[in-house]
């Protein structure tokens, strides 16, 4: 019994291998224009920090400890 031709398992390899790289090809110019369109930073400006207001933070559990504290303290 012989196995399928190793020529037709080539081909349908190097077909996917070119079909992947034509949709990474795709995908980088998408990302490339769509970096372009989009507004930059500020120059001079971080976009890691860009955004934050200093001081005190909200909590981000918000109501859950303002309803532990008030459940600790019950009148005696």
């Not at 020529?7 to 224009?33: C, G, I, M």
């Not at 001079?44 to 933070?57: M, R």
């Amino acid at each position: 019994m012989q196995k399928s031709r190793p020529t037709q398992n080539k081909r349908a390899r190097e077909r996917a291998r070119q079909e992947k790289a034509q949709q990474k090809a795709a995908r980088r110019l998408e990302a490339k224009s769509r970096k372009s369109t989009e507004p930059g930073a500020a120059p001079g400006e971080d976009p890691d920090i860009a955004g934050i207001v200093p001081g005190p933070q909200p909590n981000p559990w918000g109501d859950e400890l303002e309803d532990a504290d008030v459940d600790d303290q019950e009148p005696a």
